[in-house]
């Protein structure tokens, strides 16, 4: 039940990046902090970026939603640099026991809640009992693993977790089980529209799924992030659409918002744009029920008969293709891997022959697609690739959010889709990607399962979890259990008196908490 329910979960995550960061590419348009010029520590900084319907974790579908609505005035225990490791934001240092089965951090001192409360382990503890506790809610499934939380000291904890597993990180890292929020702001119970954090900004004004707006702290002490609260105003406003975003950036009516990564939407020199460190991938998924996909050498022609390197050229300028299905920034990830499935029209006819379709095959049913990050143009490229080794498939284009529902009713024969989750975790990335039945209908291999087990161990050494996470990529790999086409999705544009943007304060499944953003006069 736990595997299926952090399935859905992630599947909400994925349709959040869609509508908040909907996946972005950058390209073009001159590079980060392209403007210079004297800091404005009285500007608004305006984002369009997107806006959740409540500003309460416990309410929240996903993850996505808390980041882009809330990172002004929330601080999480735990951050993702860009560089996908896990570094000191409230917690300063962690450790598991030696049987793995405890966390115990160390938190930051000096730290105080908008509202005057102290930030300390008495105040870890009832967030993560008010977690624990909300019924029904993400939030609540994503510190599933926790069985516990005691105060070990003024400003010490341990955490007490149901079996030994490095996901703990992941969720003490996400705005969903990492944020901290005020104790009295909890007992309120207005945390809907009013949240109280430990962060650089406290909310103005709120108008659910449409704009909130937040003024720097004015506490003696306030901001405990030096980094942070460069700027007296944000006002964060949800997506209107894709034009109307380009439209309001190339105006000045908005300072930054996120970018679809086609060149010819701005003019050069216009804008800003940067590629946001992302461990996302887009690929083609395979129903290994419905034939002739359960068999292995037609899954192998699939693969080479993709044109990547073509597809990415035409929509996806800034990303890498890949072959091998696992993110390119996370242990075991390896580079030879990508030599398996080089474009290959005749290998792919030769093995369609071998599998006993010298003549070709039809795949029954329809491949499900969105218009998301322009994965229905590369559907429609590779539909294009197929015909020409001989393999015919069907595309159904629908809404993403429809898309996510239908495929694992398992009716289908395979579907375009991001291959991404908010986490850094590798355990909880090969269950999203190998495992969850919301992604695997068709099931998973026993062996890829013996594979998988045990690397969240914490108490194995890195270079054990790599080789055991490697070993499991080479089974999918080989196995031809999916077709990769690109890695990293996730880019932003801003007008050039924006500052900062290649110094992002965190990211996590493609959306940038822009905490260190600033601007000039």
């Known amino acids: 039940m736990r595997l299926w329910r952090s399935g859905i979960r992630q ?36 984002i369009m ?36 490791t896990y570094q000191p934001m409230l917690a300063t240092k962690w450790t598991f026991t030696p049987d793995g089965k405890t966390l115990n951090l160390t938190l930051r001192e000096g730290v105080t809640f908008s509202d005057g409360t102290p930030f300390d382990a008495a105040a870890v503890a009832a967030n993560i009992e008010y977690y624990r506790s909300a019924d029904k809610s993400t939030v609540q499934t994503n510190v599933a693993m926790i069985s516990g939380v005691e105060t070990v000291g003024d400003h010490e904890v341990a955490i007490e977790l149901k079996k030994p597993t490095t996901e703990i990180l992941s969720a003490l890292s996400n705005t969903l089980g990492g944020i901290m929020m005020s104790p009295k702001a909890i007992e309120s119970g207005d945390l809907a529209s009013h949240p109280v954090g430990t962060g650089a900004y406290v909310i103005e ?60 939407t701005y003019a050069p020199g ?68 990508e030599d398996t499935y080089p474009y290959d029209p005749e290998k792919a006819k030769q093995l369609l022959a071998d ?43 629908m809404d993403i959010l429809a898309q996510v529902t239908e495929w694992p009713k398992g009716a289908n024969p395979g ?33 890829l399962v013996g594979l998988i087990n045990g690397i969240d161990d914490p108490t194995i050494s890195e270079a054990d979890r790599a080789a055991k996470i490697g070993k499991a990529v080479d089974y999918a790999t080989d ?24 110094d992002i304060g965190s990211t996590n499944g493609g959306v940038a908490d822009l905490r260190y953003i600033s601007m000039t006069e």
Not at 217 to 226: E, S
């Open 11 to 46: 599947a909400t995550a994925l349709v959040a990046a869609v509508v908040a960061a909907t996946a972005l590419a950058a390209c073009g348009g001159g590079g980060p902090n392209a403007g210079g010029g004297t800091p404005d520590p009285n500007a608004t900084l305006r």
């Open 479 to 502: 196995s031809a259990l999916s077709a990769p086409l690109w890695g990293g999705v996730g880019g932003l544009a801003a007008g050039h008196k924006v500052q900062g943007l290649d």
């Open 49 to 84: 970026y997107g806006m959740s319907q409540s500003l309460n974790p416990a309410d929240a579908p996903e993850p996505g939603q808390m980041t882009f609505s809330t990172w002004p005035v929330y601080d999480r225990l735990i951050r993702v640099a860009p560089d996908a």
């Open 355 to 397: 599998a006993g379709y010298p003549g070709g095959v039809t795949i029954p049913g329809e491949f499900l697609i969105s218009k998301a990050a322009k994965i229905d143009k590369a559907g429609e490229t590779v539909q294009a690739n197929l015909a020409a080794v001989g393999i015919t498939i069907n595309l159904r284009s």
């Open 270 to 337: 216009q804008v800003q744009t940067s590629v946001l460190p992302s461990l996302n991938m887009v690929g083609m998924y395979f129903n290994t029920k419905v034939k002739p996909l359960d068999n292995l050498q037609v899954r192998q022609a699939i693969n080479y008969a993709i044109d990547r390197d073509g597809i990415v050229a035409a929509f996806a300028q800034a990303n890498k293709p890949q072959v091998q299905p696992w993110p390119a920034r996370l242990p075991g990830f390896d580079e030879a891997r």
């Open 205 to 264: 004004s709120f108008r659910p799924g449409e704009q909130a707006v937040y003024k720097r702290r004015t506490d003696q002490g306030g901001i405990w992030d030096p980094k942070s609260g460069k700027v007296a105003e944000v006002v964060i406003s949800r997506i209107a659409g894709p034009d109307a975003k380009v439209n309001a950036l190339k105006s000045g009516q908005i300072d930054l918002t996120t970018w679809e990564g086609d060149p010819s």
């Open 415 to 447: 579907q375009f889709q991001f291959q991404s989750i908010v986490s850094i975790d590798p355990y909880a990335w090969l269950q999203r990607l190998f495992v969850l039945p919301l992604w695997n209908p068709s099931g998973v291999a026993p062996e």
